[in-house]
């Protein structure tokens, strides 16, 4: 959207202005005076990471209500040197705008992203039982859209819609679930790690060796073994022929944690292909409980102790 | 589309007709001859099915470059009494079309099913680097637009479309991926059984006891110590709170096999909600091969020996 | 030793008198009244009750400081129809026993079975350095040859020998640890199963299927699963070539708890060789403390549910 | 035995002369030349090794028949800073010797070692049904002992007996199992260890953390997920309880095998108390065959990988 200067940073983000995804890049104190650039999908983001446009991309990774976004989940496994550097959650509630002097009872079509428009379903049945559907690129482009058009009367929108847009409010919360959340991530080609702060996560992408029986309770023990909890785990279709996945994982802990640095040897050792995508603080902040057997000293003792052997010292 | 009379079964399907689920249902035997009634998402296909409207309905349940279809397997996780009687591919390929006497260069904007377009990507950029997206709501629509409105120049529709509709090629097999296939089940509220055929699968769909670590590999041990192999395993959020996961899982075998039955009592007794979704005959007929320790005179030879301890019989 | 009357029932017992295994016989009621015969060794105990010439024997199958008692484990492994009907512990203590006028600074050699003489191996370095040791086939053996040759000065003895013999009490309390303790087993040829007490144990001899890796721990997968804890993991060798074992283990609970029954199911699917040896109330009558997820009802209810599935009946 | 000068080395082993442990001690090459000590019980050797008298001591640490030598076991888990350098297979066989001018039908009683009696059973039952049984310290002072007494006719023995004693051959090969084989080691308090040649084993004794249900399975899947297969596994009282295990194991390869190695640092992080009693050359000399996925070069990429990460260098 906006040129840049060249010593002003760039960041990627799902445009248009107001959309969950620049609620998302607003948390990000670096981005503030920064130059940033609405773009209209993912591919497009990661672009501009990839190629420099941009520092960052603010990109959504999962729904709570929804489920992990596959073309974010299979952009980071097939674009190599891409680093998720930090998390933000974004609460999902939704609103019913229309032109200024609409009623809700005026309403026959509605313009909604399908995402969107499947998130109020209830809503929609309840109040507007006969209404009719026109699919929208994003949120945003729902809302605009009835600045521009008359093929629908109402549009579902975020809630800031009208600080940004001449439009009118005709529902507020019609979203299904009130707790809906989307969580999403920015992305850099950074490779710093930021710092551990004692609440990260860690994400990887890994593809099972072969199809033997076993195989995926074999990739979970080396994160048992070594007292790692999952936050996440999805399958995705590698894509090439079914039943083929990949699995996308967010661990709890940063790869400076030494139980989850000997985790990700296990999983390199076992699997052909691991990405590493990044360890960087949780949006919840919540600090991870290790068990004491599985504390950082407990590794490093025990590297001690085998350095003795092998070096022919007499153990302590 | 069709009002069945009194005596005539009502088989669901994501219409209209030429979709690639209306070719998944002529692979049924039992849908010839029947009213077949073109829906227009899974919701109301299988609203018809628990309503008695139709006696099954037609879903697309995963694709080998998307994934699971997510709102089949989540209408599959909340609706109770459903079952799947039976599993059907079709290979998915793409053909542009527009109308008569359009050429590909006149081509400006296209008219698309989002996930079709998203298959199509590397043909578009190649060869209408340019071109505009409008969205619809199923690949025939995006093709039967055309013949209703001038917005669009061209459609990606399935390749029988012009048998159907007053169309012209414009491409063939568009699609970036020659093995797409699409994986449909035919779901009813049927509770007998299928037969057991050799080559069976068995749906289920299970969420974890609690997020205590180490739970999902608690899980997925029930099959391995009884040789069950998954052939599917997807996350899908239960959607009350980010974190909270429900597992849609494909095994080989029927619950006629001990060791599927032994599995799902497994399954029953560490999971608060195991819903089985049916065994049903494989779509490419292959055999499971099952290891001599996992076969059924193995399961009742133990049942025998067991039932002779409890009883105070000698060992035979 | 004695001869029974026909009605009375016969108990064996390793002998004479006085021994561990009397003492352990002497917590049996149904003992009480009955014909009581020493036999020198586990094999004639096992002989008798295999001919009929015993109801039951007493044999020693673990001490807390040597570890399983080989003879037995192997007996019970090889003979088969026998079954473990109770268990007892007996305190292990030990005396320096001499002829009437000995005194400590007198002994020179000590009679003592090679077991014994390990166990006071502290005491005997401290005040006897200098001491010969002649071995002897049982403790109470060692203490009765003081009267019958002059070999030795001094004998090792269970502490109530003096009630028995007219021998002179030389030291108390010798044995290195005060805590040690024998835990003998009640053996039978009876069928019939001891009521469930909810304190069981349940005794079970077990080959791997085969030497891949990996094998054992499969085997304590099938306890695991199913919440089923050891108290008892001995590894014997089958005795046809080095590398080959055959797994004594003691199980928390009774073949009639739901858990353990299903895990012996899964322990005869899974090894060639599986030997029953009996379920019967533990020693100590700690009662088990069984996870609710693990519980009688979990399985009973999976059942049902299971019943329901392969009958066509709706879910409850 | 044997007094050394200062400049020769002491090797010690149970004697007398022509015992199995002799036998076991003239297959060391470094042993010819060297002082030999013959010794009473493993203790008496331990201890000459501990205090100097001895660079090394042959021990028996298992027999195929009667399994692991606790006296040997239990020593090596309490005495800290020995270490196996060698391992050596004895076959056992036995032989019934009498003095000059004995026949088979005169023997009434028996001299020998329990462990050689038991072993010795099926020939003693058919051919001499009647005999007694006299306990001897040693297989070799059983045989001496008909010199220098009359108690008994005959004894058993190891069959090169009659090359240094003047006995008479009364039967051979009367041992029950014709493949009965010990297994000895070579201890010391060298701390170097020997060469890695690809036919090596590691022997550990490790103590489970605590009895928590699952624990030795978690033990044991620290040697599973890195391809690493147990040659013993045997469980020893720790001795403060019944109910208290150590863990008596022998595994495949060399501590300077990547995957032996990493599976040390597991198990240590695992367990309160882990020993190292060394990694040695197999008696057998067969190599151990490593799956591809456990070779040393999957272990030196994996850190690579990781150490790339760690310090922000592009993946390779």
């Not at 591919?43 to 960052?56: I, K, P, Q």
């Given at each position: 959207m906006s040129a840049a200067p060249d010593a002003t940073p760039v960041y990627s983000y799902l445009g248009?202005?107001?959309?969950?995804?620049?609620?998302?890049?607003?948390?990000?104190?670096?981005?503030?005076?920064?130059?940033?650039?609405?773009?209209?999908?993912?591919?497009?983001?990661?672009?501009?990471?990839?190629?420099?446009?941009?520092?960052?991309?603010?990109?959504?990774?999962?729904?709570?209500?929804?489920?992990?976004v596959s073309a974010t989940q299979d952009a980071l496994a097939t674009i190599p040197g891409l680093r998720i550097i930090g998390e933000y959650l974004v609460p999902v509630s939704f609103v019913l705008v229309?032109?200024?002097?609409?009623a809700l009872a005026d309403v026959r079509v509605i313009a909604a992203h399908p995402v969107a428009y499947a998130q109020c379903r209830r809503f929609?049945?309840?109040?507007?039982?006969?209404?009719?559907?026109?699919?929208?690129?994003?949120?945003?482009?729902?809302?605009?859209?009835?600045?521009?058009?008359?093929?629908a009367e109402a549009a579902i929108a975020p809630p800031g819609i009208t600080d940004h847009h001449p439009l009118q409010l005709l529902a507020e919360n019609i979203g299904?679930?009130?707790?809906?959340?989307?969580?999403?991530?920015?992305?850099?080609?950074?490779?710093?790690?930021?710092?551990?702060?004692g609440a990260d996560k860690t994400s990887i992408i890994v593809e099972l060796p072969d199809d033997a029986p076993g195989r995926l309770l074999e990739m979970l023990e080396q994160f048992?073994?070594?007292?790692?909890?999952?936050?996440?785990?999805?399958?995705r279709p590698i894509g090439d022929a079914l039943g083929r996945y990949r699995f996308v994982i967010d661990?709890?802990?940063?790869?400076?944690?030494?139980?989850?640095?000997?985790?990700l040897l296990g999983l390199k050792r076992f699997s052909p292909a691991v990405m590493f995508l990044g360890s960087y603080p949780r949006a919840d902040r919540q600090q991870i409980e290790v068990v004491s057997q599985y504390g950082d000293d407990v590794f490093t003792d025990a590297r001690d102790w085998l350095r003795g052997i092998l070096s022919g010292e007499p153990e302590a």
């Amino acid at each position: 959207m906006s040129a840049a200067p060249d010593a002003t940073p760039v960041y990627s983000y799902l445009g248009p202005v107001g959309t969950f995804t620049w609620e998302a890049l607003r948390q990000v104190p670096e981005a503030e005076g920064a130059a940033w650039r609405g773009v209209s999908n993912v591919g497009e983001a990661l672009d501009d990471v990839m190629s420099g446009r941009s520092v960052a991309a603010m990109i959504a990774i999962e729904n709570s209500v929804e489920g992990g976004v596959s073309a974010t989940q299979d952009a980071l496994a097939t674009i190599p040197g891409l680093r998720i550097i930090g998390e933000y959650l974004v609460p999902v509630s939704f609103v019913l705008v229309g032109r200024p002097g609409t009623a809700l009872a005026d309403v026959r079509v509605i313009a909604a992203h399908p995402v969107a428009y499947a998130q109020c379903r209830r809503f929609l049945e309840s109040q507007l039982p006969t209404h009719g559907h026109v699919p929208a690129a994003s949120n945003v482009a729902a809302a605009t859209s009835l600045l521009s058009s008359e093929l629908a009367e109402a549009a579902i929108a975020p809630p800031g819609i009208t600080d940004h847009h001449p439009l009118q409010l005709l529902a507020e919360n019609i979203g299904d679930n009130p707790n809906a959340v989307t969580r999403f991530v920015l992305v850099s080609r950074t490779l710093g790690l930021p710092e551990r702060t004692g609440a990260d996560k860690t994400s990887i992408i890994v593809e099972l060796p072969d199809d033997a029986p076993g195989r995926l309770l074999e990739m979970l023990e080396q994160f048992a073994t070594r007292g790692v909890n999952m936050s996440l785990l999805e399958s995705r279709p590698i894509g090439d022929a079914l039943g083929r996945y990949r699995f996308v994982i967010d661990l709890d802990g940063h790869v400076h944690d030494e139980r989850v640095a000997d985790a990700l040897l296990g999983l390199k050792r076992f699997s052909p292909a691991v990405m590493f995508l990044g360890s960087y603080p949780r949006a919840d902040r919540q600090q991870i409980e290790v068990v004491s057997q599985y504390g950082d000293d407990v590794f490093t003792d025990a590297r001690d102790w085998l350095r003795g052997i092998l070096s022919g010292e007499p153990e302590a």
